[in-house]
């Protein structure tokens, strides 16, 4: 594939003894949704922690627009914009959700000057508008350790965004929310994508979800990748119903 | 919130009342000269310690290299150091007050200069370590630089050094120590409230709040910490150079590094008054300069455990401090805002 935004190429992680990644490969074209899916335990998280530099690989190469990034750091990677969410949301908790989203400018701009600057009425605007874009304008000026889960998963999303990141890497947004609330977060993810052109890569146990999203999936299990795809083929894919049930 | 013509008043009164104070008060003017001093520490301790989340036990560290870097530029730039310390201030040299003046005032800006530069050398070390980590890291590197320099015959070693005397009114030099003490702990505390208005102090917070977050947005951490201990070091160091001269006698372990006492007081008075407050290390520095000046009045001999029980005291039931307890009485008046629960119940109802 020609326009893949992130290539990942024969990556290999252990811990110790336990591998949890052996020998994965796989893209992400540039501008679509892809899916992660796979049981618990079997690797996609330490694969998102390879990808944007939490550790470093044993083995293989991940490249971010061509570039080699498995040599760099965390906020080296975070500022090519390359961009993740946490399972555990991770907020400013004792900043209201103004400050937090000010914090979350994409800092590959900033100068050395700019630790001392104000922020601009621009950034301002633009937090305020994407506070909105999910639904929190309201909540803007509490504590965000006071929102509840939901709302800091929304917050987080909305911070990712500030960013203007190229690539976001969610790992299971919908978890922990309110299902009366998930049909509003995949339109917003939707809408992310289309409308800001924000490439996806969702780690997603919701079925429901992850078939509304992706144009194409790739299964892991037991650290291997076991399956890649459409949705429906992914779906009625033998080996990944076994995984899910547990013959594997 | 506090409408800003009251803000207004209070700095004047503040302002006055400080200009004012030795004149009126000549007996207590080393007294609250020490006051300011403790306002400085609290306020640079509360960089790091209560805005970013790192608690340093080694900030002291700061003040002794001004101290001594000070001292060895006054001396050094009419005198030989060596031959001037290895006398233990037998050696009377008379300074002119041009060399006075000259040599204090150079001496306060490179120990401004040096402090920061070491803030960046150790920064660029200790800022590997996390949590009870950073704080021995830190402790240990104010503990080692007391005793290197008890062991630097250069600098006097143990025996420390005199320091030139002010060719003047003894008055007029307590005032003089007096104004620069009261100035910078004004400048401190402006500075300190200009950077948490920019998006430095939003950083710092973040850092606090989540600092491998921080990192994963892309902020550049490593810098913010490096230049935050800068500005801590850079105040301490000018505050280390004053309080010298205004003792007179400089040595390594009770004066230029006391890790047990002025080190833990900065920790201590930041943690009375509340950290991560701009107003809390004013207000704790105050109570607790107070209750020190009190307790070793009237309890002497009894002010080392006075003063541990007041710790356990705060440690245990008052982590928050004077104006953390504030902000939880009335937030509204420190601009935090509350969601209130009825109108909640209302939006979620309909």
């Not at chain 1, 003894?17 to 074209?29: E, F, W």
């Not at chain 2, 201030?89 to 402090?115: C, E, I, N, P, R």
């Not at chain 2, 070491?118 to 005793?147: C, D, H, K, Q, S």
């Not at chain 2, 104006?323 to 119940?345: H, L, N, R, Y």
Request: net charge negative.
């Amino acid at each position: 594939m020609n326009n893949s935004v992130i290539e990942v190429t024969d990556v290999s992680k252990s811990f110790g003894g336990v591998v949890a990644n052996r020998n994965i490969s796989l893209t992400v074209p540039d501008g679509e949704i892809t899916g992660l899916i796979g049981p618990n335990g079997s690797g996609k998280t330490t694969l998102f922690n390879s990808i944007v530099g939490y550790h470093p690989i044993d083995q293989g190469s991940i490249k971010f627009e061509g570039q080699e990034i498995s040599d760099l750091n965390v906020q080296q990677i975070a500022r090519l914009g390359l961009l993740r969410t946490f399972q555990q949301t991770r907020i400013y908790g004792k900043m209201d959700c103004v400050k937090n989203m000010l914090i979350s400018v994409p800092h590959r701009k900033a100068k050395w000057s700019d630790m001392f600057t104000d922020y601009s009425a621009e950034d301002l605007e633009k937090a305020e508008h994407l506070l909105d874009f999910v639904g929190l304008y309201s909540k803007r000026k509490l504590l965000s350790g006071d929102l509840s889960f939901g709302q800091q998963k929304l917050l987080e999303f909305a911070m990712a965004l500030m960013n203007e990141p190229k690539v976001l890497l969610l790992d299971e947004p919908t978890a922990g929310i309110n299902p009366t609330l998930i049909n509003g977060l995949i339109d917003r993810l939707l809408r992310a994508n289309a409308d800001f052109g924000i490439t996806l890569l969702v780690i997603e146990h919701n079925m429901r979800v992850i078939m509304n999203l992706a144009r194409h999936m790739y299964c892991l299990a037991h650290g291997e990748l076991l399956a890649s795809g459409a949705p429906e083929e992914i779906q009625n894919d033998q080996r990944v119903i076994d995984a899910y049930l547990g013959a594997h | 919130m506090i409408s800003g013509r009251i803000k207004a008043l209070l700095y004047l009164v503040i302002l006055a009342a400080g200009i004012w104070a030795p004149f009126e008060y000549p007996a207590y003017t080393f007294q609250i000269a020490l006051l300011w001093l403790m306002i400085v520490f609290a306020l640079t301790w509360d960089i790091l310690g209560g805005q970013m989340g790192y608690n340093s036990l080694g900030n002291i560290f700061f003040f002794g290299a001004g101290m001594y870097v000070c001292s060895v530029a006054q001396i050094g730039l009419y005198y030989d150091v060596a031959e001037y310390t290895a006398h233990f201030g037998a050696v009377k040299v008379d300074f002119t007050m041009g060399q006075y003046f000259t040599g204090l005032f150079v001496g306060l800006g490179l120990a401004a200069l040096v402090s920061v530069v070491a803030a960046v050398i150790f920064g660029w070390i200790v800022f590997g370590l996390r949590g009870p980590y950073f704080a021995i890291g830190t402790l240990g590197v104010a503990i080692a630089a007391g005793e290197l320099i008890g062991a630097w015959d250069y600098v006097g070693g143990g025996g420390g050094i005199t320091l030139p005397s002010f060719p003047g009114d003894p008055e007029d030099r307590s005032n003089l120590f007096y104004f620069l003490n009261f100035a910078l702990a004004i400048v401190t505390f402006l500075f300190v409230r200009w950077l948490y208005s920019t998006r430095f102090g939003l950083a710092l917070n973040a850092i606090r709040d989540d600092e491998q977050k921080a990192e994963g947005m892309g902020i550049h951490t490593k810098r913010y910490k490096t230049i935050a201990w800068s500005i801590a070091a850079f105040f301490l160091g000018i505050s280390g150079g004053i309080f010298g001269n205004m003792t007179g006698f400089i040595e390594p372990l009770e004066v230029a590094f006391p890790t047990v006492t002025f080190g833990i007081f900065m920790v201590l008075m930041v943690l009375l008054g509340g950290k991560g407050t701009l107003w809390g290390p004013v207000i704790g520095a105050v109570v607790f300069h107070v209750i020190k000046e009190l307790t070793w009045t009237y309890l002497l001999g009894w002010q080392w455990v006075a003063l541990g029980a007041l710790i356990i005291i705060i440690v245990v039931y008052f982590q928050q401090g004077i104006v953390g307890w504030m902000m939880e009485q009335w937030p509204s008046m420190f601009g935090i805002v509350v969601e209130d629960k009825s109108e909640q119940a209302k939006e979620e109802a309909a």
